[in-house]
């Protein structure tokens, strides 16, 4: 088994060597910081729209962990606006004024804010050269194919990873096969006969089998958003919840109130759900809520993007009015 093991290493490096994406500006830096923050970017994000939109922005604005410690968390957010799962930017702050430097070990770096087990055992590879496998969505498609699985536990996956990493590479045998998942093993049309590991890959006869595909329904959730006009600034509440925590948004209301004008609609589709807003403007002579902003000032906070949209809306309906 060593020999075989020895085999599948070989062929993986020499895969990356000529195919991998090691131009990622993540992939030639030694600074953890900067790895663990394209880790916590990427989590249910394509590498694309964080190369090139959001990685060396976020790092030119904050460069080190006491730079992004020291700032205000508004300003995290303006930074992270439209990455979505706006948790991970307050995860990522929290981090940054806890520790001074990022730990080495994995039992360490899970017990910091958002950092989960595949988070940690990634900056623990690419940062520290620590000899353990990471665990994202399109490594786990490879190991399902790999012993034809079709629903297995996290507890196996994560048994036959460490079982097959190599420990003599690891940076490059866990960026190898993430890249191979994302160009090779795809979920539909995979390249097998260009995969480094097809001569032992058990489920190349019917791939899209492994793992089995879960059935997603995607609900609809309806709301009524109310814009609070007040000598021409509206008013905005900052979200406390873990859903768009910290952001600048409009207020949600059960009904609206009879003096309040509707101007239409707008939708977001969220990972895992769709949201359908009905938008009513109220026109108030005395202020109603604590905070209320001018368009300029609104434009420079952290909005989610369906309040974005809403801004929008009622713009147009102002243009409309003139």
Known sequence: MSNTFATIHQNILEWYHKNGRKELPWRNTN???????????????????????????????????????????????KMWEGLGYYSRAKNLHQT??????????????????G????????????????PVPV????????????HTLTNPTPKQL??????????????????????????????????CDECPLESVCKGKYD????????KKTVPLKEENILVRSYEEKLALIQREGR?????WGFETIKVAPCSAEYIGEVSHAYTHFKLRCKVYVQYECEKEQANYFSIQKIKKLALSKVDEKILKLFLIQCEKEL
């Not at 989590?43 to 604005?61: D, G, S, W």
């Not at 994560?158 to 045998?173: G, K, L, N, R, S």
């Not at 791939?207 to 879960?214: E, L, N, S, T, V």
């Not at 859903?243 to 952001?247: K, R, S, T, V």
Request: charged share 20%.
């Open 243 to 247: 859903f768009l925590h910290g952001l």
């Open 96 to 113: 940054a004024k806890q520790v001074d430097k990022l730990p080495q070990s994995i039992e360490e770096l899970v017990r910091l804010p």
């Open 31 to 77: 600074e953890p910081y900067c790895i663990y923050l394209s880790e916590v970017m990427l989590q249910q994000t394509q590498v694309k729209t964080v190369l090139e939109r959001y990685y060396i922005p976020f790092l030119e604005r904050f460069p080190t962990l006491k730079a992004l410690s020291d700032a205000p968390l508004d300003d995290v957010l």
């Open 115 to 130: 950092i989960g087990q595949n988070t940690a055992h990634a900056v623990a590879a690419f940062a520290f050269s620590k």
């Open 158 to 191: 994560w048994q036959i990873a460490y079982e097959m990493v190599d420990t003599q590479h690891p940076f490059e045998y866990n960026q190898a096969m993430m890249d191979i998942g994302a160009m090779v093993c795809l979920p539909k049309n995979p390249k």
């Open 207 to 214: 791939p899209q089998r492994y793992p089995a595909k879960q």
């Open 135 to 146: 665990m994202e969505a399109n490594v786990k498609r490879i190991l399902c194919r790999l």
